[in-house]
């Protein structure tokens, strides 16, 4: 994305024509969801498939079709809606958390997280993703996507300052056999 892509990005995120901004949940979206702010202390929207973010769902899926094709060999079969993430600098995080879930006869399998901000408007909000006992803090830079397996434990840190704003999306398919 360019740099005026991304401020589009961010403009639609709080277009409430489009995008209900609420309380992040925790549970998966379920019956079992709720407001938690131990767990989890953010903002989130859902992305409609509209004409105004059209251009957004096609650019992640080629990007997400090339990181699979390469990488990961998943067989996979559709993209949930993308959650744009608000983290502001009263210490919203999102603590240790896996993604994977099952609905249905389809498993989410990778995941995708889009930083949006430039890391110095924030201080905190680190994408920590845990391989081993010690995090892996992953780069903050603008633009940043991060993709990996639904399934790994992975946090973002408290943010102490400014806003961090990230794009996320889970892509399914087949329960692992």
């Keep these: 994305f360019s740099a005026e892509e ?27 969801s709720k407001v938690d702010e131990g767990v989890r202390k953010s903002t989130i929207g859902w ?22 094709n390469q990488f990961y060999k998943y067989d996979l079969s559709h993209i949930e809606n993308l959650q744009f993430t608000v983290y502001k600098e009263d210490s919203n995080f999102y603590g240790q958390h896996i993604d994977a879930m099952y609905r249905t006869n389809a498993s989410r399998k990778l995941s995708l997280s889009v ?43 408290p943010v102490t300052r400014g806003i961090r704003y990230a794009l996320v999306t889970w892509v399914c398919g087949p329960r692992f056999k």
């Design 6 to 32: 991304f401020n589009n990005i961010i403009d639609i995120g709080h277009n409430h024509e489009l995008v209900n901004l609420g309380p992040g949940i925790v549970g998966g979206g379920g019956s079992d």
């Design 47 to 68: 992305f409609p498939v509209h004409e105004k973010t059209h251009w957004i769902f096609m650019r992640l899926t080629d990007a997400i079709h090339n990181i699979n």
């Design 115 to 157: 930083q949006l901000s430039d890391p110095e408007d924030y201080d905190g909000g680190e994408f920590a993703l845990y391989t081993g006992k010690d995090p892996l803090i992953l780069p903050k830079d603008k633009g940043t996507a991060l993709f990996f397996p639904s399934w790994s434990l992975h946090e973002v840190k």
